[in-house]
């Protein structure tokens, strides 16, 4: 079992609609939790982190995080073409100095 | 507010050869972690550097190695280059308080071929 699974996609929605991405992790001492998002070819950009369980908006942007289930999401509301890119999941261990990233989900927004 | 700057940009070489990265961290950070992503993966820790000493590894052999600065400033150094070498590594700074979770932000990266 992979430490951070998120589908890889590629995830289509139209734009104007809410994007829902997922990410569950295996380790249960998971205690911060983060998205990044990648256009082709850049470094990862930070959109959102999490350490408590529940929602966290940030724009359009909310982060969700249940810990019992292990697992995190990211939705978009109204979605642009520009929202398109890989959006990747990291999890941190607390007392653990590094990220571990799921593969990512290839987001495309059709106009 | 400086952010993360890598250098070089691009950088190609051949098996066998040695090969340095550099990054400054962003201004106010104190931490310095290096990823390493393949194709179409997300990063891979390699290790971070914290007050100057190595403050966890991920599963890289020794010849991957670095160095942090008193500036906060980083090198990540490779030796004996290998095929599978060819990436793009990421540099992240971070500010380093006790028993808070820490925020990373990645630089542009350095795209290495390995020829």
């Known amino acids: 079992q992979k430490e951070v699974e998120q589908n890889s996609g590629p995830l289509s929605v139209p734009e104007g609609a809410i994007a829902s991405l997922n990410c569950t992790y295996s380790?249960?001492?998971?205690?911060?939790f983060f998205w990044y998002r990648q256009y082709s070819g850049k470094s990862p950009e930070l959109i959102m982190s999490i350490y408590s369980n529940g929602d966290k908006e940030d724009g359009r942007f909310t982060a969700q995080l249940n810990k019992a289930s292990q697992y995190v999401s990211l939705l978009i509301r109204d979605s642009q073409p520009s929202d398109s890119a890989t959006y990747l999941c990291?999890?941190?261990?607390?007392?653990?100095?590094?990220?571990?990233f799921g593969t990512g989900t290839r987001l495309t927004i059709i106009p | 507010e400086t952010g993360v700057t890598q250098s070089p940009t691009h950088l190609i070489k051949t098996r066998g050869q040695q090969v340095t990265l550099r990054c400054s961290s962003q201004s106010g950070h104190n931490t310095v972690s290096w990823y390493q992503q393949a194709l179409g993966q997300g990063p891979q820790f390699i290790f971070q550097?914290?007050?100057?000493?190595?403050?966890g590894r991920g599963n890289f052999p020794p010849r991957f190695s670095g160095l942090q600065f008193p500036n906060y400033s980083s090198e990540l150094n490779v030796n004996a280059l290998e095929l599978d070498d060819s990436a793009l590594y990421l540099c992240?700074?971070?500010?380093?308080?006790?028993?808070?979770?820490?925020?990373?932000?990645f630089g542009p990266g350095t795209r290495l071929t390995v020829l």
């Open positions: 992240a700074s971070s500010l380093e308080l006790a028993g808070d979770p820490n925020e990373q932000f």
């Open positions: 990291a999890v941190n261990i607390f007392g653990n100095e590094k990220l571990t």
């Open positions: 550097y914290y007050r100057e000493e190595e403050n």
């Open positions: 380790d249960r001492g998971s205690q911060s």
